[in-house]
């Protein structure tokens, strides 16, 4: 009996021992299954994660785009502005930096400009966006008129009226210059008319407006009439206004000959303090009873020039002049270039557009030119055809062309205070003439 139990303990305890053992290989082999199952997790998690950073980068995202991928507007991109498009515009803003630093055309402008769209065509960020930075400064200054507001305001600190009340009839060039607003307007209404494009009457008066090389001007009228255009107007202008220098003087050579070049230009009189006080209110004043519309641009260009003229407020005087003007046209720039994108730019409507505004301001230029001319047929003191250019209002840069064309054939002919004349004369024209195209087709 005792036998037969101790057999019995044996074979419990074996049994009990053998049971354990199986339980530590069973727990031994779910315990190793597990780790190989976490490895395995975590493996192809890393590799998520890198297959996911992949696809957020520029490169990939410029080769292979988000198909659900929208435009700064909502709108669905192509496929070619999402990719190759933004190669293009990218490679432009190159090009503009070119311009501005090795050839110094107009940097102040055309460096935020082009920055600005070297921004905007950025994948992925969405920097041009509604809730993107250059977004946000677009509809901060532009889309309400700020930014314009506060440039002419610093212009007519910087103006001096002197030239234009020395020599009175070169406001005439001024004059002549705003003929490639309404002549690009007929153009323009002609162009729709036949088919070739599908503007309306305001849309055609916000693109002539460019005419005038004016870009806060051009700005203005755009937000009034036609603010679907307004990215495209805006880069339109002031793409123009920096490529003065280039645009300007092949027309000036074409219609003048050598000696007319060469025409020097009678000492301008000096002109006394009180008329300089006089000027900017009188002009306001007529704007006021005739043209109200035109009021909010020629107010702060009055403005600006009157806390000039007044000599008791040096401070504001400097403020609008240096920080204040130069703080704007960041922004501004920046708010322009935020328009280079290229679902915004290369669409027909915005080749169209600047077409259309190279074309205005092409005519613009020539008409100061011949302007010029004919004034020369009167008897009188003869006028330098060269100045009629700066009748366009991109100041002072178009004055600095007139003298810089002049220069090439007499080296002591100075013509940059008899441009200023027609320069400023045109700005005052290109507000004129938005106020007038606001007041008929608003």
Not at 323 to 347: C, P, R
Not at 367 to 373: C, D, E, R, T
């Amino acid at each position: 009996m005792k036998k037969i139990v101790f057999k019995f303990l044996a074979l419990m305890m074996l049994f009990a021992f053998s049971s354990a053992s199986a339980n530590e290989h069973a727990a031994a082999a779910e315990a190793t299954q597990s780790t190989h199952k976490e490895e395995t997790y975590k493996s192809q998690e890393m590799s998520h994660m890198i297959v996911n950073f992949l696809k957020s980068t520029g490169i990939v995202a410029l080769i292979n785009p988000d198909p659900d991928e929208l435009s700064a507007t909502g709108e669905k991109m192509s496929d070619f502005h999402k990719g190759m498009g933004r190669v293009i515009m990218i490679l432009i803003t190159f090009l503009l930096f070119w311009l501005a630093i090795a050839k110094g055309f107009e940097p102040l402008l055309l460096l935020p400009i082009a920055f600005g769209g070297l921004l905007a065509n950025i994948p992925v960020a969405g920097i041009a966006g509604e809730h993107g930075f250059l977004g946000v400064i677009y509809h901060m200054g532009l889309s309400n008129e700020m930014f314009p507001i506060i440039i002419f305001m610093g212009v007519g600190a910087m103006t001096d009226f002197g030239p234009l009340l020395s020599n009175p009839k070169t406001a005439l060039l001024g004059g002549a210059a705003q003929f490639g607003i309404f002549g690009t307007l007929v153009g323009a209404v002609a162009l729709s008319q036949a088919g070739f494009v599908d503007f309306t009457l305001q849309q055609a008066s916000a693109i002539s407006i460019i005419g005038g090389a004016d870009g806060p001007t051009s700005i203005f009228i755009a937000t009034k009439l036609a603010p679907e255009l307004l990215g495209a107007i805006a880069v339109a202008s002031y793409s123009y206004m920096a490529m003065v220098p280039i645009i300007q003087p092949p027309i000036m050579k074409a219609l003048t000959t050598e000696s007319e070049r060469k025409i020097k230009m009678t000492t301008l009189r000096h002109v006394s303090r009180l008329e300089k006080l006089i000027f900017p209110v009188m002009v306001l004043v007529l704007a006021i009873l005739v043209l109200p519309e035109s009021t909010p641009l020629i107010g702060a260009f009055m403005f600006g020039n009157f806390l000039k003229e007044s000599g008791v407020v040096e401070r504001l005087n400097d403020t609008l002049q240096n920080a204040l003007i130069n703080i704007t046209t960041i922004f501004l720039g920046l708010g322009v270039g935020s328009k280079l994108a290229a679902d915004q730019f290369l669409v027909p409507d915005t080749m169209f557009i600047m077409v259309l505004g190279i074309v205005a301001f092409s005519v613009g230029t020539a008409a100061g030119v011949l302007m010029a001319k004919l004034m020369n047929l009167f008897p009188g003191h003869k006028i330098n055809p060269l100045i009629g250019s700066a009748g366009v209002s991109a100041v002072p840069m178009a004055a600095r062309v007139s003298n810089k064309v002049g220069m090439e054939y007499d080296r002591t002919n100075m013509l940059l205070m008899h441009a200023m004349g027609p320069n400023v004369a045109g700005v005052i024209g290109s507000a004129v003439a938005a106020g007038v195209l606001i007041s008929l087709f608003n």
